[in-house]
Nanobody
Framework: QVQLVESGGGLVQPGGSLRLSCAASGSIFSINDMGWYRQAPGKERELVAAISSGGSTNYADSVKGRFTISRDNAKKTVYLQMDSLKPEDTAVYYC????????????????WGQGTQVTVSS
């Protein structure tokens, strides 16, 4: 089985920074795309940032210039560096990882982290 463990959430003041981490473990042959989503109360879950196996990135317009997604393939970990945080960034953040589990099969499985709370408030 594959597990994703998130860490790094918490309470910060507007203008502050946080760094989220998501580490994958278990039956993994290789990892394809990785990303971060967030969901605020009463709102739909939305894509915040994504990074491909080749390092290409995409960001939601609301976080461009403030957030940076990166990955460490040796550690099977994806990061989200969040700077200049705003109250509107308050949400539960979830990591998502696409996993290929076998050398002989290219089937891609989609896994989600448990979620970590980010609160931006004075």
């Amino acid at each position: 089985q594959v597990q994703l463990v998130e860490s790094g959430g918490g309470l910060v003041q507007p203008g502050g920074s946080l760094r989220l981490s998501c580490a994958a473990s278990g039956s993994i042959f290789s990892i394809n795309d990785m990303g971060w989503y967030r969901q605020a109360p009463g709102k739909e879950r939305e894509l915040v940032a994504a990074i491909s196996s080749g390092g290409s990135t995409n960001y939601a317009d609301s976080v461009k210039g403030r957030f940076t997604i990166s990955r460490d393939n040796a550690k099977k970990t994806v990061y989200l560096q969040m700077d200049s945080l705003k109250p509107e960034d308050t949400a539960v953040y979830y990591c998502n990882v696409e996993v290929i589990r076998s050398f002989v099969a290219s089937t891609i499985y989609d896994y989600w982290g448990q979620g970590t709370q980010v609160t931006v408030s004075s």
